[in-house]
């Protein structure tokens, strides 16, 4: 067995046995990795509070070899975002967020830049800013960081076109915006996407976490945006993500 030691965000845990809990991290030295805690869900225990959704944690465990599973030996906060859990329409957002990292990383496979984005944005979410557009925002990251960059550039589907050339249509199946061509054969499953949407979704990509916050979206904007993420994120997951139901997904009991 060996000691291991990284920075942490839990991301969901569930109930395991009649006293201990398995919790799902994102790490910064080794990715995704769940871990078994022995005696959590007892009265009296050494973690407290430190397991809990979207804490921020500086995490202690054992790898077994031949044991996907880890020994969780201690967890000491970082910060426990503790503001999330207190306002329905954050922890709803927040949940969405961890929930994405959770679908789309493998265990094991460690991206610094996944950790620090879901980090910053857990610190946006719970700093004020309107939830539901940081939840976009932050997705829009999350789906570059992990190898799902939407395509803005050419025709996500045949390649040709640039920019300009391009249809106003997201194809999600595609993974990004599609010529006219291709836009007209695969019309029912395409989304519209105006100039000022395009706009944003590749400043979204492009600025750096700490800058993104800076940018708004009203109205038609934010409502194509939203349609074209969900979409995108059922392709990218093969399942619909829920975007409120983080009691039964996170598992707080």
Not at 126 to 153: C, E, K, N, V, Y
Request: charged share 20%.
């Amino acid at each position: 067995m060996s000691l291991l030691k990284t920075p942490a965000i839990v991301l969901k845990s569930r109930k395991w046995g009649e006293a201990d809990r398995i919790v799902t991290f994102y790490t910064l030295r080794f990715g995704k990795l769940r871990g078994v805690a022995r005696g959590a869900r007892r009265l009296r225990n050494r973690f407290g509070s430190a397991l809990e959704p979207f804490v921020h944690c500086e995490l202690n465990l054992f790898e077994k070899r031949g044991d996907s599973l880890y020994r969780i030996t201690g967890s000491d906060i970082l910060d426990s975002f503790a503001g999330l859990r207190d306002d329905l329409s954050r922890m709803s957002s927040a949940a969405r967020m961890a929930n994405l990292v959770g679908a789309v990383t493998g265990e094991g496979d460690a991206h610094p830049s996944i950790f620090e984005t879901l980090l910053n944005g857990l610190h946006v979410l719970q700093s004020g800013h309107d939830p539901a557009l940081t939840a976009l925002l932050f997705q829009i990251r999350l789906l570059g960081d992990t190898g799902f960059r939407p395509q803005t550039d050419h025709c996500a589907t045949c390649g040709e076109g640039h920019g300009q050339m391009l249809s106003g249509q997201f194809s999600p199946l595609a993974g990004g915006l599609v010529c006219g061509s291709c836009a007209r054969r695969d019309r029912d499953r395409c989304l519209p996407m105006s100039a000022g949407s395009l706009a944003f979704l590749q400043q979204a990509l492009r600025w750096a976490p700490a800058t993104v916050t800076r940018l708004k979206a009203t109205g038609q904007i934010r409502n194509e945006l939203e349609a074209a993420v969900e979409s995108y994120v059922m392709v990218v997951t093969g399942k619909r993500l829920p975007p409120a139901d983080f009691l039964s997904s996170l598992h707080y009991s």
